[in-house]
Nanobody, 120 residues
């Protein structure tokens, strides 16, 4: 079993910063990619930023230049540094990991979500 635990959400004023963290644990042989998604009520979950093992990154256009995704491989942890936050960044943020377990299963694992609220 593989679990993702997120932290770092909260309330911040527009223009401020937050750093989200997500740590994977369990029966993990390797992690191919980790990323952050967000979802507003009644809307589809959308990609915010993703990072593969080879260092390739992918960002939503709306966050380019403001958000930075990084990873501590030894800790199976991915971070999302969010700067210059805007009210429209208010959402539930979810971590996702593409994992190969010790039994060779390929798993797509999601965290429980962390709420980011940006006040204007």
């Amino acid at each position: 079993q593989v679990q993702l635990v997120e932290s770092g959400g909260g309330l911040v004023q527009a223009g401020g910063s937050l750093r989200l963290s997500c740590t994977a644990s369990g029966s993990i042989f390797s992690i191919n990619a980790m990323g952050w998604y967000r979802q507003a009520p009644g809307k589809q979950r959308e990609l915010v930023a993703a990072l593969t093992t080879d260092g390739s990154t992918n960002y939503a256009d709306s966050v380019k230049g403001r958000f930075t995704i990084s990873r501590a491989n030894a800790k199976n942890t991915v971070y999302l540094q969010m700067n210059s936050l805007k009210s429209e960044d208010t959402d539930d943020y979810y971590c996702k990991a593409e994992v190969i377990a010790y039994d060779n299963r390929r798993l797509e694992v999601w965290g429980q979500g962390t709420l980011v609220t940006v006040s204007s």
